[in-house]
């Protein structure tokens, strides 16, 4: 998994290559988890003081030709952010689980 950041006043900017996973519960969830590097660093500069809730972050994610707008939260088990993969962007992108894929995420920095 190599990451690259980048970072501006109003946002930071990631890429780094990460395997799909799928949380089997009630409801099966896809998801990528974060590089550790990245996620100790969006934990420092981006999210700031803890917010109530569970510490959501909104980000812009790119995977292929596929941009959307969601949301990465910590996992405490793991020690990174999640990043939670919708089925038409699985479809659109042929991800499979276990399939590395490149992402590229933008984080916005609350005012």
């Known amino acids: 998994m190599r990451a690259k950041p980048s970072s501006s006043a109003t946002q930071s900017s990631y890429a780094?290559?990460?395997?799909?996973?799928i949380w089997r519960g009630k409801a099966a969830w896809y998801f990528i988890s974060l590089p550790a590097k990245i996620s100790r660093e969006i934990q420092l500069v981006d999210a700031g003081p803890r917010r109530a809730g569970?510490?959501?972050?909104r980000v812009e994610a790119t995977i292929g030709t596929s941009t959307w707008q969601t949301s990465i939260f910590p996992s405490t088990?793991?020690?990174?952010?999640?990043?939670?993969?919708k089925a038409g962007i699985r479809k659109q992108q042929n991800l499979l689980e276990g399939k590395?894929?490149?992402?590229?995420l933008?984080?916005?920095r609350r005012a």
């Not at 780094?16 to 996973?21: H, I, M, Y």
């Not at 569970?54 to 972050?57: H, P």
């Not at 088990?77 to 939670?84: A, E, I, M, T, V």
């Not at 590395?100 to 590229?104: F, R, Y």
């Open 77 to 85: 088990p793991l020690k990174s952010y999640l990043l939670p993969v």
């Open 106 to 108: 933008v984080v916005r």
């Open 16 to 21: 780094f290559r990460a395997k799909l996973w």
């Open 54 to 57: 569970f510490g959501a972050l």
């Open 100 to 104: 590395a894929v490149s992402v590229q």
